[in-house]
């Protein structure tokens, strides 16, 4: 996926690393019949069987939301996640010849749900997109009213959130590494692509801990309402999420643990 327009230099690489993971969650998944050539589409949803999803072999896809051209697709992405969904409209169109190699649905998320390491490339792809795309909308706004959401930087020794504050987003570093600390004592670490403040999201409490970066930081910021949606709009990625953060937790128990036997030593 690429935006149209003006877009900040550090998500390039974040494009980039999005482009790859289809093809990685697909490896080792046989396609469900016979390339689809297509020479041009006013609107590709209506030329798709529900049942399938496509990774797009070569050619261009325009998506145009709320009939505003937005972003675009070419080889590599994944086409047809959004059906079920509603709003915001958005129709996908070309003017060239498109080549879409399709996969069984109901396959693809079999294959995905069989592997934690797979689980965990979705989320990044999912919530990936929607950073962006929320990015990309935010710039079309007047500056004084574009919402705090996108992608933030962060010097080194400069706290992202604090402990206390009221979690109004979820969070993965881009660039960088930063450090959680919880009343003054370090806890562990944050690391890059690791998702974080989500657990008070879930649980409507206050932000558990301090996270401050270690060395300079790019965040992507996704608001909670749009994590949330994208969380109960399959349970399943955050069955998975909510299994990485319990693990995460475990290890920062154990690490709390160790500092408090070396203390009463």
């Known amino acids: 996926m690429y935006l149209l327009g003006e877009q900040p230099a550090y998500a390039d690489q974040l494009i980039s690393r999005l482009q790859s993971i289809p093809c990685q ?13 297509l020479e041009r589409t006013e609107d590709l949803a209506r030329q798709l069987p529900s049942n399938q999803l496509f990774i797009i072999e070569s050619g261009l896809l325009h998506a145009v939301v709320d009939e505003r051209p937005l972003f675009y697709l070419q080889e590599g992405d994944l086409v047809g996640l959004r059906q079920g969904i509603e709003l ?4 996908y169109s070309s003017e060239e010849p498109i080549s879409l190699i399709p996969y069984l649905r109901s396959e693809v998320f079999q294959h995905i749900y069989a592997s934690e390491q797979r689980q965990e490339q979705f989320i990044h792809y ?17 500056p004084e009213i574009r919402p705090a959401t ?14 206390g504050d009221e979690a109004d987003h979820v969070f993965i570093i ?9 009343d003054g004592q370090k806890v562990g670490d944050v690391q890059k692509d690791e998702i974080f403040g989500a657990m008070a999201v879930f649980t409507r409490e206050k932000r558990s ?14 608001p909670k309402d749009q994590f949330l949606s994208l969380m109960q709009s399959n349970p399943r990625i955050a069955h998975s999420l909510i299994e990485s953060m319990a693990r995460r937790i475990d290890l920062l128990n154990k ?11």
């Open 25 to 37: 969650l697909l490896e080792g998944l046989q396609q469900s019949g016979e390339t689809l050539r």
């Open 88 to 91: 915001p409209s958005c129709r």
């Open 126 to 142: 999912l919530v990936g997109h929607t950073a962006l795309l929320s990015d990309a909308l935010a710039r079309l706004r007047q």
């Open 150 to 163: 996108g992608f933030q930087h962060f010097a080194a020794g400069e706290p992202l959130i604090h402990q």
């Open 174 to 182: 881009i660039e960088g590494h930063a450090e959680a600390w919880v």
């Open 209 to 222: 801990a301090t996270v401050i970066a270690s060395e300079p930081c790019t965040v992507m910021v996704i």
């Open 255 to 265: 690490e709390v643990t160790q500092l408090r036997m070396a203390d009463e030593h």
